[in-house]
């Protein structure tokens, strides 16, 4: 699991990204208000998004070596395109990482009292916290 700690507070807010007391390797990152759509999202250079539905035909819990399959395959398919990185400050992008959302404006100014939900991912793993600007 990721954890999002706010370092600073306001209308600029930062935060400090981390799993295990270490830098993640970040694949998405956004801010939103409730479920609305997000107000700003960064996303690797170069990643392109697209999904995949089925039907599967049994269902059961999952075993401990799918479970590792699966993270392996996650770490082959989207580890390279993962950014290592600490902390990120609204309305910048790290290094390796470019503002999704919205595409070609600055990112949106956060209001005074409103609260929002971060929320980040690496390949196998994700965090969410809400913070009030």
């Known amino acids: 699991m990721l954890e999002i700690e706010v370092t600073e507070r306001g209308l600029v807010p930062h935060f400090r990204v981390t799993r295990d007391r270490k830098p993640v390797r970040l694949l998405v990152f956004m801010i939103q208000v409730g479920s609305e759509e997000p107000l ?24 401990s070596q799918e479970l590792q399959d699966l993270e392996k395959s996650a770490d082959t398919e989207l580890g390279h395109l993962t950014s290592e990185v600490l902390d990120v400050v609204y309305g910048s992008a790290p290094q390796g990482l470019h503002q999704a959302v919205p595409e070609g404006y600055p990112a949106p100014a956060l209001r005074p009292g409103q609260r929002y939900l971060v929320f980040a991912a690496e390949p196998f793993a994700t965090g969410s916290a809400e913070f009030t600007a």
């Open 40 to 63: 700003w999202v960064l996303a690797p250079v170069g990643m392109v998004a697209t999904m995949t539905t089925g039907i599967t035909d049994e269902e059961h819990e999952a075993t």
